[in-house]
Nanobody, 122 residues
Framework: QVQLVESGGGLVQAGGSLRLSCTASGRTYNNYAMGWFRQAPGKEREFVAALSWNGGSTDSAGSVKGRFTISRDNAKNTVYLQMNSLKSEDMAVYYC???????????????WGQGTQVTVSS
């Protein structure tokens, strides 16, 4: 069992940066790949980025490539999403998730956090 808690969301101006954190509890956290997803009002939850348990495999959506970076610190049971050059279309609730391997599919992930709001002002 893994419990996930996101933090770091907030209000930022377009072009600014935020770093989201997701801290996990549970003995088997280090065995899981971690993903970030986001959901804007009226839209489906979409894949943002994911990282394997050892950081050896990563994937990210085309819309965030070159702007967002996923990383993890297994000693701290934490995965991060560094978001730079934020745009209005990045505004959403961001969720972290844990699953057996890197995947873009929501159904692949068994554990989810409660989400953190990112608001981008233009």
């Amino acid at each position: 069992q893994v419990q996930l808690v996101e933090s770091g969301g907030g209000l930022v101006q377009a072009g600014g940066s935020l770093r989201l954190s997701c801290t996990a509890s549970g003995r088997t956290y280090n065995n899981y790949a971690m993903g970030w997803f986001r959901q804007a009002p009226g839209k489906e939850r979409e894949f943002v980025a994911a990282l394997s348990w050892n950081g050896g495999s990563t994937d990210s959506a085309g819309s965030v490539k070159g702007r967002f970076t996923i990383s993890r610190d297994n000693a701290k049971n934490t995965v991060y999403l560094q978001m730079n050059s934020l745009k209005s279309e990045d505004m959403a609730v961001y969720y972290c998730a844990a699953g057996p391997s890197v995947s873009r599919f929501k159904s692949h992930y068994a554990y989810w956090g409660q989400g953190t709001q990112v608001t981008v002002s233009s």
